[in-house]
């Protein structure tokens, strides 16, 4: 097996655009949590996201692919946006690189569908009864009202797909669409990618966007969400004894993962060394995950015995930390079933109290962030965690950043259904 080096990273997030942007917002505890400018959101009784504003996914594109923006989804621009940035920070020339030595491997999810734009075809595909008449799909001399385009806005694979065409990679191209261990697991795939020898280097990460009248309604009837009546920037709080349900985000994660003797060979800088990966499945509720934390505790074992470490190896943990009651205390059992006494004695902390939760984007946020974290040795806090948890009682890092001399870290996913993910990664 192959070691892999993490040589370039790129983010598009709430609190900041490019990694420095994102990283010294997390460290200064900066929260992009606020009002939705991105639809109108008055008559909803959640009107804030942690939403990326003022973005342009052209200034990242090659010049001879900007025009395939105009068919991309929303997700799809934030993922190929970062997927430059993470190009242009590993040094690497493509143009010097056999393209089908280069992997793409991609979590997202559900791609909202614009019911605005959707509703002005219906009535005219749709007769009195309610029924599809097909026939007027295609009017004489009027065209069809449904853009001939308009499919590849929501496949899930156009992520992938869009990256994969904009950069010139030819290697292996996976979707992951697995809810919020999506950018974890395809981290973790992408490793083993390189590690077996099924390609050199790898575009892997996460993108997601579900800022969307339809989705936050949606989130709001499962009951997800936070209705709390607060600032915005001080809604989302992990493992606070207030909380009461996440805030929805959204953005991009991406790393270039790299096999590393060519990233040495090349002089490429190193952010960290990517050791395992694990996974498991709860198989207890479609909506609840296991109290006992069970099956988060397997997947983080299961890491571990990958990257060949005892559970007294863990210096940092990046927290799944949603701000829901069951999942933070979830994650709570889970580290503690998993690391034994070791885990009262290791810092954690979760940045999606300064992002919101961008469900299949999240865990590849999170690996930029812990990779980060490993290069310059600090931990980011967890803002907000004002009124402790006895149910929530390891060390969070609460509200102040702190220097760490961690050399290896853990990043915690736990998705709806019962899916989970750990990725360790080490200093270098």
């Not at 190929?80 to 040094?91: E, H, K, P, R």
């Not at 030595?101 to 509703?119: A, F, K, N, Q, Y």
């Not at 669409?177 to 981290?187: F, I, K, L, R």
């Not at 590690?195 to 990460?205: I, K, M, N, T």
Request: hydrophobic content about 40%.
């Amino acid at each position: 097996m192959r070691r892999v080096a993490v040589t370039g990273l790129g983010v598009v997030a709430a609190n900041g655009i490019g990694k420095d942007a994102f990283w010294s917002a997390c460290v200064n505890g900066v929260s992009g949590v606020g009002p939705i400018s991105e639809f109108d959101a008055s008559s909803f009784p959640i009107r804030v996201a942690g939403e990326v504003r003022g973005f342009d996914v052209t200034q990242h594109l090659p010049t001879n692919s900007r025009k395939s923006a105009k068919i991309m989804g929303r997700a799809a621009k934030f993922g190929v946006g970062a997927a430059g940035m993470a190009l242009a920070d590993s040094g690497l020339n493509l143009a010097t690189i056999d393209p089908e030595t280069v992997g793409v491997v991609i979590g997202t999810g559900v791609i909202p569908v614009d019911v605005g734009e959707l509703m002005p075809i219906l009535t005219q595909v749709v007769d009195d009864k309610g029924q599809f008449d097909l026939s007027r799909l295609e009017q004489p001399n009027t065209g069809s009202p449904l853009p001939p385009m308009w499919i590849l806005k929501h496949l899930p694979n156009m992520v992938a797909a869009h990256i994969s065409m904009a950069f010139n990679l030819q290697g292996p191209n996976n979707t992951i669409t697995t809810a919020c261990v999506a950018g974890t697991q395809a981290v973790g795939e992408a490793f083993r990618m390189i590690a077996r020898g099924e390609c050199d280097v790898a575009l892997a990460g996460g993108s997601d966007s579900r800022l969307d009248p339809l989705m936050l309604m949606a989130y709001t009837a499962l009951g997800a969400l936070s209705r709390a009546e607060r600032n915005p920037s001080e809604i989302s709080r992990p493992f606070d004894r207030l909380r009461d349900g996440f805030v929805l985000g959204e953005g991009a994660g991406m790393l270039v993962l790299e096999e590393w003797e060519q990233a040495v060979s090349r002089g490429a800088t190193i952010y960290a060394e990517v050791l395992g990966f694990g996974s498991s499945f709860d198989a207890f509720s479609i909506t609840k995950p296991d109290p006992e934390g069970r099956g988060g505790a397997r997947a983080i074992t299961a890491a571990l015995k990958e990257a060949k470490l005892n559970r007294d190896d863990i210096d940092y943990i990046n927290a799944h930390g949603t701000s829901t009651r069951l999942n933070d205390q979830m994650e709570t059992a889970a580290v503690k079933r998993a690391l034994g006494d070791d885990a009262h004695t290791i810092p954690l902390s979760s940045i999606k109290s300064m992002i919101g939760h961008s469900i299949g984007a999240a865990g590849a946020i999170e690996a930029v962030a812990m990779a980060l974290t490993l290069r310059d040795k600090v931990v980011p806090p967890t803002i907000n965690l004002t009124h402790p948890d006895p149910n929530c009682d390891l060390d969070y890092t609460p509200n102040t950043a702190r220097d760490t001399r961690a050399k290896v870290a853990l990043s915690n996913s736990f998705g709806f259904g019962g899916q989970n993910g750990a990725l360790i990664m080490r200093s270098v």
